[in-house]
Every structure is written in structure tokens, then in C-alpha cells.
């Protein structure tokens, strides 16, 4: 059963930026914290960012800070992924899934997961 849905995905550039949503029903998404994980072909699944119930708290991957921007509406029950500076290295499918705790990082602290939203970015 699916209970997020990731939107926003594409083919771009080096250098192009792209807002990835993540939309959710009003008993997953409320009240608790959301995150953004991608998994490049090959690998495993990586933490990317997430974001406290109340936006006020946010973490970043290594990889992505500074490039990436995390936010939630929550009267949309809606999060967003904004990535500026693209790179060929951010080629992943992105998912979104729902957190436990203030600051979750690990893949297993996370269910509700979405299908995913493919990212591909040329050099």
C-alpha cells in the first residue's frame, strides 16, 4: 500500500535545478517527520534530508548541503525537495517516507515509503 506519492522527477542538465513534492495523507504526514532518501542504480539506499513536524528543524546529507533545501506545507500535507546545482551524481530514484523521532538519518526509521520519482541528470 502506497501512502506517499513523490512527483516532480526528470531529465536535466548539469548545473539545472528541479523541486521534487512528496504528498501525503493527513494521518501520515501530520505530526511527524518527513524524509527525502535516494538510490542511485547499483547501490543502496541513502539518506538525503529531512525535516521536523513543524519545519523548524531540518538535516542534510553531506552530499547535498548547501545544494539542497528541504520544506513542508503541512496545511497541503506536502514536502518538497529543492535542488539547485545538479550534478550526474544526483542521478537517483528519490523517495519520501515518513520519520520516527526528531532526527532520523537511518533508512529503518522510516516507513510509509513512496514509490519513488526518477532523477537523471546529464553531464
Known amino acids: 500500500q502506497v501512502h506517499v506519492v513523490e512527483s516532480g522527477g526528470g531529465l536535466v542538465q548539469a548545473g539545472d535545478l528541479l523541486r521534487l513534492s512528496c504528498a501525503g495523507s493527513?494521518?501520515?504526514?501530520?505530526?511527524?517527520?518527513m524524509g527525502w532518501f535516494r538510490q542511485a542504480p547499483g547501490k543502496e539506499r541513502e539518506f538525503v534530508a529531512r525535516?521536523?513536524?513543524?519545519?523548524?528543524?531540518?538535516g542534510y546529507s553531506d552530499s547535498v548541503k548547501g545544494r539542497f533545501t528541504i520544506s513542508r506545507d503541512n496545511a497541503k500535507k506536502t514536502m518538497y525537495l529543492q535542488m539547485n546545482s545538479l550534478n550526474p551524481e544526483d542521478t537517483a530514484l528519490y523517495y519520501c517516507?515518513?520519520?520516527?523521532?526528531?532526527?532520523?538519518?537511518?533508512?529503518?526509521?522510516?516507513?510509509?515509503w513512496g514509490l519513488g520519482t526518477q532523477v537523471t541528470v546529464s553531464s
Open positions: 517516507a515518513r520519520g520516527f523521532g526528531y532526527t532520523p538519518v537511518n533508512e529503518k526509521e522510516y516507513d510509509s
Open positions: 493527513t494521518r501520515i504526514f501530520n505530526g511527524y517527520t
Open positions: 525535516i521536523s513536524w513543524n519545519g523548524v528543524s531540518t
